[in-house]
């Protein structure tokens, strides 16, 4: 990018955050409202969190139950979906499954974690693996699916098969759908953790929203927890959009360059 | 013998001066270096070069699609300062509207004629590319040739006075390409258009232009300008377009023999 | 197409319920419940007259949350697109709200609309308002430069530009997200019909366990909920397949699932 565009990229959401601050500050100013916090409220509000040292406590806990949760999803969607997508007889018995689990929120879940797991950390992180499951799952079954027969048979021409076969072929050509799926999973999860702590754990971000509320109406920290949860969203989208960017694996995302 | 007075010669359409064009990326890419060009009315003209020299930019910056960082086009006299109605670009066929069907795609520019004439105007079109019957076709469902004809129609459909062609046959098969240039003569013969059709085909451009504009390699400039004076229809075979089209093999430095 | 490949997701569903109901025979969860019970349950919602209630309160919520934020997301989807300056402005900011679970906005929602029905379609319609302006923005992202030149050059004004090329252009991807968010609204009235309404799928799912632990109903909710989110994709599905937008499914459509 130039340096006029760069600029640009910063300067106005920059300009565009500034006005909206402004426009929140005179809305709190001239409604009047005593419970609804003015940008300063929640401003002192983050301090007042890092002060207490909740603030890296509440992120540590949310991004750990991500972590561990997402990991999970992981190690078990990939290689199910690649297996999905290297045998499509077991791929059509399967999508209806998927089909009907998916729509099932994570949080219809809850009552199923929580018989299984009582209130605690493994409840949270077992919403999060079902959550992160099926993106992962299916953009590994569709990208392995989509690799056009062509390389596959370019691959077995050089003698390859089975495991060598796939390693060097079939997931590399696969790889970009992979990591569009990781990302959205990604997004997934960190909206599922915020939600499973609201429920079924006391720390992290999403308990924070809560508890705020209902320990005493202290929406100021409401809203400064949902700022730290949406700022947080962003830089792991970010991150995550890094890793589409390294070389290795940009040829797929050519087209994607917005 | 009584003399036979020399026919007017026809007046400039298009008058290029001074045209330069630089990319601004992540470096400066100087495109197009000093150009000058003359096109006369009802002038058949080829701009021939290899991939990536620029003569795409060229014919962009003539229709007034992109400005260039330095000198002017005129048209009429007039200069150009962005798309105009009156000289329609053909694209390759991916250029034609998908959502449309042949006849909404030719029609498309003929918005503000009353419904009588409009459709009079389709069908004639329709016929003078041979895609009677195909009318109510959609674009998927014909062939690349098909397609590239519908926006031939299309451009036409509006009797523009200029027509510029950007390597519009580029993505069909050598046969089709013959007979699509056999029919953009004939075409062009009945409708009396400039045209400025850019390609890298050296036959091509010997076998459609009135004069052909060699351009070197990027930064572009004109090498030579090669008139060719054989008459319509051309024989293939004929020792004059043999020599006219070794000329130009030679002027862009390729050997005969591979 | 041979009998054992129609046969197939019928197996794969057939397997999933035989696995379930060894897995709960087997387990050590006396309270949850296997296929059978589950089936029981939904058999005694309907004679009770309560499937058809909670199925269409849930419905009413999402239709109209959902509607909503197409009305308000689309267009300020496309908006961003359009105007590059306003797209640089404002894209990074929707990117921070846009993780932010629709659970979070509760207290916010009881704050601004109380308790009940509006909470819940407020709820409904922040979750899935941002997954479409992003659907729209790529929407318009995609569409290729020549049609865009194309339009200019016939002399369309910007208003006949954005009705003749751009909107047409944009239709079959913006349907695959149109889809997309409609699953996502759904997923949602879960967490929407926490906020002490009384019918509707979501509540079923809570309040049957909190009233009595009857987790067959809460199960029964989970199936119904998965049941009737396949049915919505599926008539989106066939609405991207009508023979008008079939131009766009070779291309838009690849993003399955």
């Excluded at chain 2, 229709?63 to 053909?90: C, M, N, Q, Y």
């Amino acid at each position: 990018m130039t340096g006029r565009r760069r600029l640009e990229a910063i300067l106005l959401p920059a300009l565009a955050a500034a006005a909206l601050i402004a426009l929140w500050h005179s809305a709190v100013k001239a409604t009047g409202t005593n419970v609804f916090p003015s940008p300063a409220a929640v401003a002192r509000g983050v301090a007042e969190l890092a002060r207490k040292g909740l603030l890296v406590r509440y992120t540590r806990d949310s991004l750990l139950r991500v972590a561990a949760g997402y990991g999970a999803a992981l190690a078990i969607g990939i290689p199910a979906g690649i297996f999905l997508g290297w045998r499509p007889a077991a791929a059509r018995a399967a999508n209806p499954v998927i089909q009907l689990l998916r729509p099932i929120s994570p949080l219809a879940w809850i009552p199923v974690a929580i018989v299984l797991f009582g209130i605690s950390d493994m409840s949270a992180i077992f919403l999060i693996f079902l959550a992160s499951l099926f993106p992962i799952l299916v953009a590994a079954m569709n990208g392995v699916r989509g690799v056009p027969a062509m390389y596959r048979d370019a691959g077995r021409n050089f003698g390859l098969s089975g495991g060598a076969l796939l390693s060097r072929v079939i997931f590399p050509a696969a790889l970009p759908e992979i990591l569009a799926g990781l990302r959205i999973a990604l997004g997934i999860a960190w909206i599922v953790v915020v939600a499973a702590e609201m429920i079924a754990v006391n720390s992290g971000l999403g308990y924070l929203v809560i508890d705020s509320r209902n320990a005493g109406k202290r929406y100021d920290l409401v809203v400064a927890a949902m700022l730290l949860i949406g700022v947080i969203g962003l830089i792991l989208n970010l991150l995550i959009q890094r890793v589409s960017r390294l070389r290795a694996v940009q040829w797929g995302f050519r087209e994607e360059s917005a | 013998m009584i003399p036979v007075p020399e026919p007017a010669p026809r007046r400039t359409k298009v008058e290029i001066r001074g045209l330069q064009m630089t990319f601004r990326a992540e470096n400066e890419v100087r495109v197009l270096e000093n150009m000058d060009l003359d096109v006369r009315e009802g002038e058949f003209v080829c701009i021939l070069g290899p991939s990536g020299c620029g003569k795409s930019t060229l014919l962009n910056i003539v229709a007034g699609f992109l400005a260039p960082t330095a000198g002017t086009v005129k048209i009429d006299s007039e200069e150009v300062h962005g798309p105009d109605a009156r000289r329609i670009f053909v694209f390759q066929e991916r250029g034609v509207f998908p959502w449309l069907t042949v006849e909404g795609n030719i029609g498309f520019g003929l918005g503000c004629l009353p419904r009588a004439e409009r459709e009079r105007r389709i069908a004639h079109y329709v016929g003078l590319v041979g895609l009677q019957g195909f009318e109510k076709a959609y674009p998927q469902e014909l062939s690349g040739g098909m397609k590239q004809r519908v926006e031939v129609a299309r451009a036409l459909a509006v009797d523009p006075d200029v027509l510029y062609l950007d390597e519009p046959f580029g993505a069909l098969d050598s046969i089709t390409r013959l007979v699509m240039r056999g029919e953009l003569l004939r075409i062009w013969r009945a409708e009396q258009k400039t045209i400025l059709f850019v390609t890298h085909d050296i036959e091509e451009s010997v076998q459609l232009a009135d004069r052909v504009v060699v351009m070197s390699a990027r930064p572009a400039h004109i090498r030579r300008i090669v008139e060719i004076d054989l008459p319509h229809p051309r024989d293939l075979s004929s020792r004059r377009y043999l020599e006219l089209r070794d000329g130009i093999f030679e002027e862009i430095g390729l050997a005969h023999r591979i | 197409m041979s009998v054992g490949h129609k046969v197939l997701p019928f197996a794969g569903v057939a397997l999933l319920l035989v696995a379930w109901d060894i897995a709960i025979r087997v387990g050590r969860a006396p309270l949850l419940p296997g296929p059978l019970a589950v089936g029981r349950a939904i058999a005694e919602l309907a004679q009770k007259g309560f499937l058809v209630k909670h199925v269409v309160a849930s419905l009413f919520r999402v239709t109209w949350g959902y509607l909503l934020a197409v009305a308000v997301g689309v267009p300020f989807g496309i908006l961003l697109a359009w105007y590059r300056r306003g797209g640089l402005a404002l894209a990074p900011l929707v990117e921070i709200v846009r993780p932010i679970s629709a659970l979070a906005w509760i207290p916010l929602a009881i704050l601004w609309f109380g308790v009940g029905d509006l909470s819940a379609v407020f709820i409904i319609f922040i979750a899935s308002v941002l997954p479409l302006t992003v659907a729209a923005m790529s929407a318009v992202g995609g569409v290729s430069a020549v049609h865009w030149n194309a339009g200019r050059n016939f002399g369309l004004s910007t208003a006949e530009i954005a009705r003749r090329v751009l909107l047409p252009a944009i239709l079959p991807r913006l349907l695959v997200g149109l889809r997309l968010a409609l699953g996502i609204a759904w997923l949602v009235v879960v967490a929407a019909e926490m906020i002490a309404v009384n019918s509707g799928l979501g509540f079923l799912i809570i309040d049957a366990r909190n009233a009595g632990n009857r987790y067959d109903l809460v199960v029964a909710g989970m199936v119904l909920i998965g049941t009737i989110g396949l049915c919505l994709d599926a008539a989106m599905r066939g609405v991207e397949r009508l023979p008008a937008l079939r131009w766009g499914y070779a291309g838009a459509a690849a993003e399955t699932a």
